[in-house]
């Protein structure tokens, strides 16, 4: 069974002659520790997509499943559904500027009602095996952005997703850094059966994931976008 | 504790609209000590007369200066039903010159001159001596010719032991001790027992000519001459000002009114404190500034807060994405706005009680616990409804703006 289902999703702004479609029967599956990379120009409903499956929108129709749970109908709300089900990656890391690193990763216990001694443990764990042991007790202002994008990963990864939603993770890095987080990123979506959707225009970085889907307009096609003669393929 | 990580993150910042804030708290604090010691120097003795109610001649609006009660009134009110105990007070205006330094005395320089003396008002009390609190001298009534005073009466030279004169009537007051927080009308008072103040508010009544104070009164043309105080209006004997007593039990002040029928007014010393002299006008005037000050304080952490909060829309909304409920992201607002209170009351308080230390004890400022509790609870209070206008915004935030930067 599907870890991550989305069922014929479409997103209308708007209404009459004025409505802006940005997405429209957007249909996939995922397996558990499978990565997908969503591939687009921008605008063409990359974000949308990530926001509707983090239910952090709401479809015009359609309807996305974690586990085989709707997303729309989860109990506790959307909020607690994030919290216990969901990493999210921001393209901008939002890492809160007053926290340590460690402290980063243990807002997302914390968020949850309290950080016990196991939380501090997999903090502890999670800094170690991205290398940021050392800088444990820095504030993301004094990060490099190659440390602030591992910061990232790894509060992502502290409530031991079901799902990880990565968006643009390699927008601010160099070449190289940017292969190096993607590879990270993709050991440890293996090495925990963790289900990843990763938004990037990037197609060197879709090169390392399971799955890519390309969006285009609002809609999903099945090769790379050049031009409107190549849509219709 | 990320409430308290941000405020220690952004001490200066945090720091500086705490001290603008206790400013603030300051300022309601000074007004409210200010109003307190208003009241108090202008109604102290008054307000503070031991008694359940205090019982006015009938039309003076519960004027100490214009009620006037004759002996027979007097025994009327002691007598009347629901009363358990009364006792006369006596009141007049004095002008008190203080006692001449020995120097000047040896040099034959006048002392009790008109250019010495200040307003002071007289009380005179038929009894219930115990409720003046002594801060200096033995307690115990004093004797005929004889005063307790009130302690800011210090400040115009008047010292315990001191003999002070009466201008212009020529009489004296040797002062046996010192009372505290009894100033009526903004200047001392002079508690004498009945008959000493029976012959001074006579005397001052009738009037005496400072001529005739210094003995110069033969000079003056027949006719201009007032006759001396003494001896005169024996029918006035034993009347008072007011009666101060205490009711029965279930008696109200109303119901003793009613029992004593025309020609007096009764009321509470409370409530008679603040009737004439336009008590209303300056209480009213005093709680409007205290309230325009918490307004102004409110508004300032409202609006330090509301701007804070929409600096860092970016963060509540990542932080709505990550999970964070509106409760929990108001919950740590609150927790800094506390914080931040808290420290600038503390602020405030220090600033207070080193301005009123700084007063001088004829200055109104009375500094009262539940006074300044319940400015501080309204600066809370104010704080809170401040609150609002950022919970405003954190319950706008849109958590998918974390990852929309304006692409769909």
New interface residues.
Partial sequence: MALLEVQAIS?R?GEGHTA?T?LEQVSFALEAGQLLAVLGP???????L??II?G??HPTSGEVRVGGQSVAEAQGGG??????NVG?V???Y?L????SAR?NLL??P???GRVRGEDRARADGLLEEFGLAPRAGHRPPMLSGGERQRVAVARALMNEPQLMLV?EPTSHLDTERGFQVVELLRAQIHGRGTTCVMVTHDERMAAHADQVIRLLD?RVVDRPATGDKDLSG | ??AL??L???KVRFGLIALAVGLVVALTMLMSAMSEGLITGMTGAKGSLKADALVFQGDTQLALERSLLSAESVSAVAESPGVENAYPVGHAMISVAPAAPEEAKASGDGAGGDEASFDARLFGLGGEWEQLPRVEGEAGPPGPGEAIVDVTAQVDGIELGDTVSLTPIGRELTVVGFTENRRYIMVPTFYVDMPTWEDIYLATALGKTAEEASGQGEDLPEGSQQPPAEGISPALGGSASIVAVELSDGVSPAELEGNLGAGFEVATPEDAALAGNGMSVMVLATDGIQWVSLIIGALFIGVFFYITTLHKT??IA????????NV?LYRQLLIQIAVLVTVAAAIGMFLSLGAGMSMPPTMAFDPQPVGWGLSLLAVYVMALVGSFFSLHTILRV???T????G??
Avoid: W
């Fill in positions: 997103k702004y802006v940005a921008s605008g063409s409903g990359k974000t949308t990530l926001s983090a952090l929108l909020a607690a559904f994030r919290r216990r999210i921001f393209q901008d939002h809160i500027p007053y926290l402290e807002l997302v914390h968020l949850d968006d609002g | 504790m990320l990580k941000e220690l993150n952004g970016g963060q990542a932080m709505k994405a990550l999970g964070a409920s929990y849109d958590p998918a974390a990852l929309d930067r692409e769909h």
